[in-house]
């Protein structure tokens, strides 16, 4: 079972261009707002036409713009989700599942399923209630249902939890874990919110301008970002310009530090390093640094560094409470171990 | 009494409203999906007879409905009838005239619809008459009733065109408002008030409904109440 897309499609001066594969795994597109994530959603649903390519699942090719196919919505039973959940306002929760089973033509058969999936979601006692009198939790749980019944090739999850207040959010979470854990089929997981991306997807494709930067497991994507926007995506807060210098050494142009890199360092336009992944006391790529600011987090420090050589940007180092304490000072010394830098393309 | 008139402008308003509900239905649901150029030029075209005096609808429709007009002399010679002066000359007439009405409400209302319920319904294998019949229509209910009722009270008061193309036979063409003027003009002052007051009661009932239906759609988001 998998999902192979390779698309492209214009908009005015905006073009989606665009290839990946996806097994039987949560696959999440990552990336801001406008960079073309729900776009790649609505184009394999079939809502949006793409102008070339080709996007086929579990065999079935669902549209090749040279065999000139392009199966209708319906037809491609995909299991779409929107961020409002676009639960029928006129309907209760009942004939909105109704409503999604009715593929299956046996009436017998349908009315099982849909009983099921009631079950399964514990939505028995909301089953007679309309959509505005729920809660947004359940009107997600009453959408992945009706999803569900109607028996999908691969789920597309558009931002499913940024409607939720972030109290919920977390439970919820776990729950469309378990509801993606039993479809066992590809999932497609579109967020701009790295935590939740992390802790939902196997695999992670950073989107940036209409097109994918890197691609790969998620551990490997957030050890090695590879570019800019994969690393500020995944949540680098520390980015600098890097000038090359003799041997290993390079300059990070925005916090004023030379920097040796590890051996057989890649060419690279910037350097990234995460927050959490400064160290306080002296070391390799050690520096006297100023502290300009010290921000409080509820569990956490977050310490803006200036290196004395002028650089024009702070670095920020993040570090348990007790940890800060110890340390505090008007200047001290840290260090960015090098296996730590990011190494980054434009 | 002779209730001629009432019963006339009565079934006149019911077939025009009866009429434009689908075709007024039918012209908001693509026009509202056209590509900004086409909407532009076909929603002037469409709302046109809203702002033109009745008198110059009627105009217009004598030059091709007339007996000696393309339309009218077609139909005279194909079914031997004459397409003016008759009671029902006047749906011609208000029709016309009652369309924008329709067409602008129900093209509101299709525009406040939220695409992604048409969309959802589509990728959950719905067909595209079910979502239309289904999800669309009682979505935007609260508007495209609220258009509806709106035309049948703007039919019942239709007088420029009709009595132009319909003319004032008593018995026959006669409506309510041509009657009103009818006796106003031969000086039958207590008659003349008697219908003005049946038309005012008649027109209260329908703007009560329209009122009571915009309350009650007042998010215009289907069923939703605050």
Redesign the interface.
Known sequence: MSMSVDIEKSFGDFTLKLAFEAGDETLALLGESGCGKSMTLKCIAGIVRPDRGRIVVDGVTLFDSEKRVDLTPQKRRMGLLFQNYALFPNMTVLENIRAGARREKDRAKREKSVAAVIDSFGLGELADRRPHQLSGGQQQRAALARILVSDPMALLLDEPFSALDSHLRFRLEREVREVIRRFGKTVLLVSHDRDEVFRMADSIAVMRAGGIEVCGRRGDVFADPKTRAGAVLTGCKNVSRLTRREGNRAFAEDWGMELVLPDGAREADYVGIRMHDIRPGRGENGFRCRVVEEIENPFSFTVMLLAPGGGNAPVGWETEKHIWREHRAPELEINLPKQSLLLLRE | MDWFPLINSLRIAAISTVIIFFLGIFAAYYIAKAPPLVKGVLDVFLTLPLVLPPTVVGYLLLRVLGPKRVIGAWALAVFGVKLTMTWWSAIFATTVVIFPLMYRTARGAFESF?E??A?????????NT?IFW??RM??C?QGILAGTVLAFARALGEYGATSMVSGYTPGRTATISTTVYQLWRTNDDALAFKWVLVNMAISFVVLLAVNLLERRGGSG?????A
Not at chain 2, 119 to 127: I, P
Not at chain 2, 221 to 225: C, F, L, Q, V
């Open positions: 939220d992604s319920l969309y959802s319904g589509q990728s959950l294998g719905l067909s079910y289904r999800i009682p979505y209910r988001g289907g069923r939703r109440r």
